[in-house]
């Protein structure tokens, strides 16, 4: 009893041949088929930047709502994601259920005293912060840190953002940060933290840094494009400056980081946007298809720790009738969905 999966593989398009018994892939071509599948194959879309379940910002998660997002981003074929930051505690089906994505959460933002969107996250002293984001790793194997925020507030000093790596380490956690401000961003980048989150304002001459730390940049293009013309239309200020400027260079910035090695991934931020819609930008702002393919898919998942098409792992695959790569257009589009073995959509029949 099984499914065959055959067909030419991302990313390198060679030949793939394998089996799906259970669960897992399997290499042994003796069994009974009760399925045959073929085309390009991705092992799965990855959003590693989404904060499903709340129907507004500072809203607390309403569970029937959570639902329905996570089961929408398994149609778009989204077999995992990760949520730095969530505005409360998960039910206990969140990331178990097998109808929904496979997820990897930080519990709340944990930000300073009078900084980040009111209603949501944790607000932590300088002198707690290592302690409450180890406690928060422990847990969840991530915590997320609100590293900067207004152009105002005081980000996170280098000092403490070191302290709250070492300790997050030390239980085996992992740090995610968001910053928009070129001190948030240096101090999280010299610390040397996982993931820098949106990393607008970061200063160029740290990408080599960030690639010898293995530390990922997730971009979130998305959601900066749609809402730069909004601030653009304000009256001349300070704050519209940063916003439109840090906008209009971060496409650039992505490129460079990507060409200095720096791992890009792919996240949305907002349910108004979908993860083929964050690749694409990806590829506007100069990453070649496949690349921008990876950031969401092989690459996210090899950030997560999520093994992809190899035997006695996790059968996980989207197929489409065509190379992707060629035409991102058709990424959104898979005709078979296969998660953790299971079919969970197949071609309509005309
Ligand atoms: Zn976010």
New binding site residues.
Partial sequence: MGIRVEGYALPTGEPFDLNIVGNVWVDENTLDLDLRVSGWIIPGLVDV?T?PGAAKPGDPIDEELLRQQLLKNMEDGVLAIRS??LASTPPDWFGKDPQLPQSFHAGPWLAKPGQFISGWGKRVSDRDFPRVAAAQAGETGWCKIIGDWGIDDEPISPEVMLNIVAAVRAVGGRVAV?SQNTQGGSAAVRAGVDSL??GMWLDESLLDLMRENKTALTP?LNVFESSVDHFRAKADSPKRDWYVQGCERHPELIRKAHEAGVTILA?T?SQAFTIVAEVQALARAGLSAEAAIASASWKARDFLGLASLKPGTSADALIYSQDPRQNLEILAYPEWIISRGKVMKRPQLS
Wanted: net charge negative; hydrophobic share 0%.
């Fill in positions: 930047h904060h730095p930051g968001h989150e949106h979130t996240g931020d």
